[in-house]
């Protein structure tokens, strides 16, 4: 069964792994609802917020694949709003 959640994603200090974080984004895109990034370039911090819809593995695997990415801090949340 699909849920419904929110993966908070922030990009510390060195922006040559963005290549990177999009990868997995576009390679997990059917999970994104939506997106959201903002810049915070006088702390050099970059946060992007997604809201995903899948199963909990696939949510798992994409965190999971975001978080072994060096400088890269990411959170999840999964509600219990189902989706069939």
Do not use: C, F, H, W
């Amino acid at each position: 069964m699909k849920r419904v959640g929110v993966i908070g994603i922030i990009i510390k200090k060195d922006r040559s792994v963005v290549k990177d974080v999009q990868a997995i984004l576009t390679e997990y895109g059917d999970l994104i609802l939506g997106r959201m990034g903002i810049p915070d370039r006088a702390n050099d911090i970059y946060a992007i917020t997604l809201v995903v819809e899948g199963e909990n593995e696939a949510l798992s695997a994409l965190t999971g694949k975001l978080g072994r990415i060096d400088n890269i801090a990411v959170k999840s949340a999964v509600t219990s709003v189902t989706i069939e």
